[in-house]
């Protein structure tokens, strides 16, 4: 008679859907990295030079403080401290629009300062599809956000159970840590 014996694994496991985010996060720092790439070997001796708006400071503090408060959302979920998750998650999502708002105003502030998409150089034009590209990536990240926000108000989340929060804050995590290089990134090459 044969026997068969299962073989545990050893290490800790992954959930399947943080694997396929973590995949996803991996993808898309290659289309960041080649876009900013692409910007860098593209600068030339007669490069347009222009300086960045005074609000892409304030959204790279708002999305910082952003962050602070989803893992604060996360870390009461995992206490049981429910009416501070939705508090900090409404938190968290009002900061996102903000940062949203601040990158349409920062648009407008260079087209005042006659620095447009198409006719200037390709300085400009990388700007925007840079910004453009994360803004859309962020919008993604907002839709998870109201997701994860109307699931606490519907208590669905325990302390043991919180894996949908915690796929929104990695997310959220990675468009606010793509940002600040991003926004470094724009203030070495400019």
Same mark, same amino acid.
């Given at each position: 008679?044969?026997?068969?014996?299962q073989? &545990?694994?050893?290490?800790?496991k992954i959930h399947?859907?943080?694997?396929?985010?973590?995949?996803?996060?991996? *993808?898309?720092?290659?289309i960041? +990295?080649?876009l900013?790439s +692409?910007? @860098?070997?593209?600068k030339?001796?007669?490069? $347009?030079s $222009?300086? =960045?708006?005074?609000?892409l400071? /304030? *959204?790279?503090?708002?999305i #910082?403080? *952003?962050s /602070?408060t989803?893992?604060?959302?996360?870390?009461a979920a995992?206490?049981g401290?429910?009416?501070?998750?939705?508090?900090m998650?409404?938190?968290?999502l009002?900061?996102g629009l903000? @940062?949203? +708002?601040?990158q349409?105003?920062?648009?407008?502030i260079l087209?005042?300062h006659n620095v $447009? @998409?198409?006719?200037?150089?390709t300085?400009?034009s990388?700007?925007?599809?840079i910004t453009?590209a994360? =803004?859309?990536? =962020?919008?993604? !990240? =907002?839709?998870? #956000?109201?997701?994860?926000?109307?699931?606490?108000?519907k208590?669905? %989340?325990?302390?043991?159970?919180?894996? !949908?929060? &915690?796929?929104?804050?990695?997310?959220?995590h @990675?468009?606010d !840590?793509?940002? /600040? %290089?991003? $926004? #470094?990134? #724009?203030l070495?090459?400019?």
């Amino acid at each position: 008679m044969i026997t068969v014996t299962q073989r &545990e694994t050893e290490g800790p496991k992954i959930h399947p859907k943080k694997a396929m985010l973590w995949f996803s996060i991996v *993808s898309m720092n290659m289309i960041f +990295a080649g876009l900013t790439s +692409a910007m @860098f070997v593209s600068k030339s001796d007669n490069w $347009f030079s $222009f300086d =960045l708006p005074y609000t892409l400071w /304030i *959204s790279s503090a708002v999305i #910082l403080v *952003s962050s /602070i408060t989803m893992q604060q959302a996360l870390h009461a979920a995992k206490n049981g401290a429910f009416s501070k998750v939705r508090t900090m998650m409404m938190a968290t999502l009002v900061l996102g629009l903000t @940062f949203t +708002a601040l990158q349409f105003v920062s648009w407008v502030i260079l087209v005042q300062h006659n620095v $447009f @998409f198409v006719g200037n150089d390709t300085s400009a034009s990388f700007l925007y599809v840079i910004t453009a590209a994360h =803004l859309a990536h =962020l919008l993604f !990240g =907002l839709v998870a #956000l109201v997701v994860s926000w109307t699931k606490s108000l519907k208590n669905k %989340y325990t302390p043991g159970q919180t894996v !949908g929060l &915690e796929l929104t804050a990695i997310f959220w995590h @990675f468009l606010d !840590g793509l940002w /600040i %290089y991003l $926004f #470094l990134f #724009l203030l070495y090459i400019r």
